[in-house]
């Protein structure tokens, strides 16, 4: 099984980024920390930032054939943007929402998610470990909904 983590803008700034909501780890412990949860979970992975939405849309578009699951948290773009919302429906790979932080106790325009409809499962404010719980549920998912 092979899964690609997708995060949106400003992730990478993760450590400086508004620490009180996103916590002091940066981007670097996120990506050590989900490598090392898909290595327990004995699944390949390829993790993936930009800033940028149609950069967002080409490498969900490029996973078609290549991946099996997809974990996103597209950020900011998960309050915007049709555009990756229709590359995850076109791709049809089953995906996963992550936030990190508690979207649903936060400003009004955030409770709007447009990548959420084309996903099977969220995980919002669990932080890191919201990742490892996507992984784990897409490993599941996958194994259940196996053709035979
Ligand atoms: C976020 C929540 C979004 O509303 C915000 O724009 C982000 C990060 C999160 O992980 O909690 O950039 O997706």
Excluded: W
């Excluded at 009180?20 to 780890?25: E, P, V």
């Excluded at 981007?27 to 050590?32: H, K, N, Q, S, T």
């Excluded at 004995?42 to 578009?61: P, T, Y």
């Amino acid at each position: 099984m092979k899964f690609l983590f997708l995060n949106g803008p400003n992730l990478n700034l993760l450590g400086l980024r508004e620490p009180d909501i996103y916590g002091t780890r940066d981007y670097a412990a996120l990506e050590d920390f989900i490598r090392r949860t898909c290595e327990e979970e004995g699944v390949e992975c390829e993790i993936f930032q930009s800033n940028h939405e149609g950069v967002l849309v080409d490498k969900i578009q490029l996973a078609y054939g290549q991946f099996d699951g997809i974990v996103i948290n597209p950020a900011a773009y998960t309050h915007t943007s049709v555009a990756i919302l229709d590359a995850l429906k076109a791709v049809a790979i089953p995906a996963v929402e992550v936030h990190l932080s508690d979207v649903s106790s936060r400003e009004a325009f955030r409770q709007v998610s447009y990548a959420g409809m084309a996903c099977v499962q969220t995980y919002a404010g669990l932080g890191f470990e919201g990742y490892a719980a996507a992984a784990r549920f897409l490993k599941k998912y996958l194994s259940q909904n196996e053709k035979v």
